[in-house]
């Protein structure tokens, strides 16, 4: 992608269905999605830019994002949602944030079923913590694979 794309963009609440999958996404309503690269799957980091702390966290966690408009769920709006790694407990809605695309990991794939898309996603957030050189979540902290969930 040459220098990273950035968007900006306040967290608002999306179809909630990423919670009950086991990733849980920051869904983005963008100043302006028009200057959002392809639709796809990305390795990048979601950068809080307000969020100041006091403990020590990160502004800046490593994510996998989606761009697109879920063609699983036969869903219409183009939306970014970043998943961040290994983490169920964010709380972000109503922040201010930018995502910060740093490589293009595949395209959007309208899939037959969930199993396959959680296995897709799995591999999306290992190979994630491979482009950006952190440790991939604990598998305790990672959604069961679809075969765990029959
Ligand atoms: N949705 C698809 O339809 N096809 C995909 O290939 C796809 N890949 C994704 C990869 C990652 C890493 C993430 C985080 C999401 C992906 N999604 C994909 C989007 C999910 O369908 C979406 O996050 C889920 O439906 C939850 O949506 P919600 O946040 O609006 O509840």
Redesign the pocket.
């Known amino acids: 992608l040459g220098r990273p794309h950035r968007v900006r963009g306040v967290v608002v609440h ?6 009950e ?1 086991g ?3 920051a ?1 983005l309503h963008a100043d302006d999605l028009g200057v959002v690269p392809a639709d796809g ?1 990305y390795a990048g980091w979601l950068i809080r830019p307000e969020h100041a702390p006091d403990d020590g966290s990160s502004k800046r966690l490593p994510a ?3 761009v ?6 036969h ?1 219409v709006e183009r ?1 970014v ?3 961040v790694l290994g983490r169920t407990d964010l709380d972000l809605y109503g922040e201010e944030v930018v995502v910060e695309l740093v490589e293009r990991l ?6 037959e079923g969930i199993p396959a ?1 959680l296995d ?2 799995a591999d ?2 290992t190979r ?1 913590a491979q482009v950006l050189g952190v440790p991939a979540p604990a598998a305790s902290a990672q959604a069961p694979r679809a075969a765990d969930r029959r």
């Open positions: 999306g179809a909630k269905r990423g919670r999958l990733y849980p996404t869904n799957v996998a994002i989606s697109g408009t879920n063609p699983t769920f869903g939306t949602e970043a998943y595949r395209p959007m794939v309208a899939f898309l897709q996603m999306d957030v994630t």
